[in-house]
């Protein structure tokens, strides 16, 4: 298919994810995106929501295997700028190994929008696992969801922030971070997002890190675990 994609001229972007059990394996995809010919490729870690959230400890890699990866990656960007390949690399750090989180979304209600095939409207596409009601298509029009629904005010602006945010001069860079991050890991979805250090819930990050660092024997009892501690899915 890639081949295919090549010989009709159309420019190729191959999207590889990653996790503890292919991230060793870097080298060789990296390779085989080149020998492919991709344009970019992207090196994505596995975020952990949903159904990764309740598999964290078969998916998160350790420290060390995710600072040899990004090794490797900047050896191949060397290697490809040394051959004239032009073949751009993107490493994309898995949140748990971030000191701040991501600006989700742009900012709740900010810039986007998902309609999903049952006319619910959501600020984000994995925002249906937040405990609240989404407006429907079915029944307002966008525009009257986008401006005036509850869902789409409940965590726009700064005024719903919790302290640390409230008066931190990173709010308006990260918006306090991902409301379903800090759901799943709180059952607040109101909380600072755990994955910003200033958290008092980021020792729930250092615990996954450290649970990462584990010997691999006891991840099928860790996978076990967090199915039974899991808030949302034990909720549906
Ligand atoms: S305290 Fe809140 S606003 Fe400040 S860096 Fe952390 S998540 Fe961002």
């Keep these: 298919m890639a081949r295919a994609v090549k010989a009709a001229g159309y420019p190729m972007v191959l999207n590889v994810v990653l996790h503890r059990h292919n991230i060793d394996q870097i080298d060789d995809i990296i390779a085989l995106c080149a020998e492919l010919g991709a344009d970019a490729v992207e090196l994505a870690n596995c975020q952990l929501y949903g159904w990764a959230q309740l598999n964290r400890a078969g998916l998160l890699p350790s420290r060390e295997q995710l600072d040899a990866a990004e090794a490797t990656t900047a050896r191949w960007r060397k290697r490809l700028a040394a051959r004239g ?30 309609v999903a095939p049952d006319g619910a409207v959501l600020p984000c596409h994995s925002a249906r696992i937040l405990p609240m009601t989404f407006p429907t298509v079915r029944k307002q029009s966008l525009k009257t969801i986008w401006y005036q629904s509850a869902a789409f005010n409940r965590y726009r602006g700064e005024d719903w922030m919790p302290s640390p945010c409230r008066d931190c001069d990173e709010r308006h860079k990260d918006f306090g971070g991902c409301r379903c991050q800090a759901y799943l890991l709180t059952g607040d979805a109101s909380a600072t997002d755990p994955v910003c250090d200033l958290s008092p819930d980021h020792h729930l990050i250092e615990a996954a890190r450290e649970e990462a660092a584990q010997d691999q024997r006891s991840v099928h009892e860790l996978t076990l675990r967090n199915v039974r501690e899991s808030r949302v899915f034990c909720r549906e």
Aim: charged content about 20%; aromatic content about 16%.
């Design 85 to 114: 390949q032009d073949m751009r690399l993107l490493f994309v750090v898995p949140d748990y190994y971030a000191e701040r989180p991501k600006a989700c979304m742009g900012g709740w209600g900010s810039i986007f929008m998902t």
